[in-house]
């Protein structure tokens, strides 16, 4: 930030120098034109910082996981193992279709000192995403051999809609905002798959992949004209954009072991999954402008500027997850370790501050209760809850940004009903499963006493998810 602030007075005294010039040759109106050609050029240098690029990384998968304190590394095996651990989906037998929908609902605060009474955040809008996923092992009546259909499995999970996500570029990096939830929403495509392969009865190993929004990189040309026979100007612009799209992998491990007379009811899982960033504007911006005389020749060529264009638009860090998890017939039971990698957070580029985040470690943990109803209709009834406190990786500010995160608690909570449709149409059992989750982000006062600008900040606040899913085995 020091950087921007050195060249934005660098380039205001050759705005002033070059402005003297321009009045003692064309007069007072080109003075006035070049020094506004010259004083936006700082403008146009753009840094964004944005918040996390997996929806699922924040909401969990689905409303099991989700229910459970999005934890799944050690007992998911339906469709959330695409995310959470691909070697769960090995034991998974069938085909299944899932279809459901998210919803997220912000009351958060934003509150700046020297405008006592506006909540910056109370605009921020809410986000739904439609959830789709598929699932098979392969066993299509006979067409695939049973040493495939009965170790091989694979599966996607895709993301339609809006979601909370940071999507600011501002020409300032000094400007407030909330990492995590920003002033807008972000439509992008979270999409996940992966395939799982069975070494043994007892243990699995999966590769996924994550597709990262697209990165695009920008090149403008803009060419200035300054006439002083009728004191106009002219400027050209030429925009060259190009687009990459990208996949991230992820690995895992799980293993079974006996327990309680159960031969596979003690579960642990290993996953690794690659850091995801997002680049979205990055190029560059380049600036020449000239004065011509009556005549028509160059009198005054003014430096040319060359200033980088830059907005990263999300990024989700490299994370270890180890899990472990008890499956008995009535009650199961999970905890989820996670290390993410957010030291490595920034813009990427040497003129501007390194945010220092911090690698955190969390502790996730999740219940679940089953139960026969007794009912025709109804196969079970799971009973869910869940929690887990996931600590800020932004450090107290001081001077050059003001990234604003919050330590937050979640608790989680859910059930799901396993039923036959009444209909006949769907001979095999669908579940229908419903989550809330209510994340309590933990007021935090940012006073950051080296920024001339902004002064003591106040951010916190409540998120609240609803979710549910219908699932079908055919």
């Known amino acids: 930030m020091m950087a921007l602030r050195a060249y934005r007075m660098i380039a205001l005294r050759a705005c002033m120098m070059i402005a003297l010039r321009a009045y003692m040759s064309f007069g007072p109106r080109a003075a006035g034109q070049v020094a506004l050609l010259i004083a936006l050029a700082p403008v146009w240098t753009t840094v964004a910082y944005g918040g996390t690029n997996q929806l699922f990384e924040e909401f969990g998968v689905g409303p099991r996981d989700g229910a459970m304190g999005n934890a799944g590394v050690a007992l998911g095996q339906d469709y959330s193992a695409v995310y959470y651990n691909p070697a769960g989906l090995a034991f998974q037998k069938g085909h299944h279709a899932v279809f459901g929908w998210k919803a997220m609902y912000k009351e958060?605060?934003?509150?700046?000192?020297?405008?006592?009474?506006?909540?910056?955040?109370?605009?921020?809008?809410?986000?739904?995403?439609?959830?789709?996923?598929?699932?098979?092992?392969?066993?299509f009546e006979g067409r695939f051999s049973s040493f495939l259909t009965e170790r091989f499995a694979v599966g996607l999970v895709l993301g339609l809609g809006d979601y909370l996500k940071s999507f600011t570029i501002y020409a300032d990096p000094n400007t407030p905002y909330m990492y995590r939830y920003s002033d807008r929403n972000a439509a992008l495509l979270p999409l996940f798959f992966s395939a799982s392969f069975k070494l043994f009865d007892w243990m699995s190993f999966g590769m996924g992949g994550a597709?990262?929004?697209?990165?695009?990189?920008?090149?403008v040309t803009a060419k200035t004209e300054i006439r002083a026979s009728d004191q106009s100007f002219e400027t050209n612009q030429g925009i060259l954009s190009r687009t990459f799209s990208k996949v991230k992998p992820s690995l895992g491990l799980l293993a079974r072991a006996p327990a309680f007379g159960d031969p596979t009811a003690l579960r642990f899982g290993l996953v690794w999954r690659d850091e995801v960033s997002t680049v979205d504007g990055s190029g560059r911006i380049r600036t020449s402008t000239r004065l011509v005389t009556d005549s028509g020749g160059t009198v005054l060529e003014l430096p040319s500027t060359d200033?980088?264009?830059r907005s990263l638009t999300g990024f989700s860090p490299m994370a270890v997850t180890l899990g472990a998890g008890l499956a008995l017939p009535a009650d199961n039971v999970q905890v989820d370790v996670n290390w993410r990698r957010w030291s490595e957070f920034r813009d990427q580029t040497e003129?501007?501050?390194?945010?220092?985040?911090?690698?955190?470690?969390?502790a996730r943990f999740g219940y679940e209760h089953v139960f026969?109803?007794?009912?025709?209709?109804?196969?079970?009834?799971?009973?869910r809850g869940g929690y887990y406190f996931q600590p800020t990786p932004a450090?107290?500010?001081?001077?050059?940004?003001n990234i604003l995160d919050n330590d937050k608690h979640v608790v989680t909570t859910g059930f799901g009903i396993e039923y036959y449709d009444p209909t006949e149409l769907v001979l095999m059992p669908m579940s229908l499963d419903v989550a809330y989750q209510l994340h309590a982000l933990v007021d935090r006062v940012t006073e950051n006493d080296r920024d001339p600008d902004w002064h003591r900040i106040r951010?916190?606040?409540?998120?609240h998810q609803f979710e549910f899913t219908l699932s079908i085995q055919f």
């Open 307 to 309: 200033n980088p264009l």
């Open 351 to 362: 003129n501007y501050t390194d945010p220092r985040f911090r690698d955190r470690i969390d």
């Open 211 to 219: 597709t990262a929004p697209s990165d695009t990189y920008t090149d």
């Open 108 to 139: 958060l605060y934003l509150e700046i000192e020297t405008t006592p009474g506006h909540n910056y955040a109370e605009t921020y809008p809410d986000a739904g995403v439609l959830l789709i996923a598929l699932t098979t092992d392969f066993n």
């Open 372 to 383: 026969d109803p007794n009912v025709e209709w109804a196969e079970s009834i799971a009973l």
């Open 395 to 401: 450090p107290d500010q001081s001077g050059a940004l």
């Open 459 to 463: 951010t916190g606040g409540q998120i």
